[in-house]
Nanobody, 115 residues
Framework: QVQLVESGGGLVQAGGSLRLSCAASGRTFSAATMGWYRQAPGKQRELVATITTADTTNYADYVKGRFTISRDSAKNAVDLEMNSLKPEDTAVYYC?????????WGKGTLVTVSS
């Protein structure tokens, strides 16, 4: 069992930065691929970035070069550093832990980017 709690969302102007954090509980965190997803109003949930247990990262094209995902296994945490934010980045951001065959989700944190 993995429980995920996100923090760090808020309101920021276009071009600004935010750092999201996800605190994970459960012994299986270190074995899970972690990720961040987002869901904008009226749209489906989409991938933002993932990081494996070997620290291999994968980014959606629309955030490459602007967002950075990282994990701290000692703290059971995964962060998402977001720079050069755009209004289209506005969404609820969800932390995800994938440990086959289970998928765990946090409740999400809202990021609003004003133009």
């Amino acid at each position: 069992q993995v429980q995920l709690v996100e923090s760090g969302g808020g309101l920021v102007q276009a071009g600004g930065s935010l750092r999201l954090s996800c605190a994970a509980s459960g012994r299986t965190f270190s074995a899970a691929t972690m990720g961040w997803y987002r869901q904008a109003p009226g749209k489906q949930r989409e991938l933002v970035a993932t990081i494996t247990t070997a620290d291999t990262t994968n980014y959606a094209d629309y955030v490459k070069g602007r967002f950075t995902i990282s994990r701290d296994s000692a703290k059971n945490a995964v962060d998402l550093e977001m720079n050069s934010l755009k209004p289209e980045d506005t969404a609820v951001y969800y932390c995800n832990a994938y440990l086959w065959p289970m998928n765990y989700w946090g409740k999400g944190t809202l990021v609003t980017v004003s133009s």
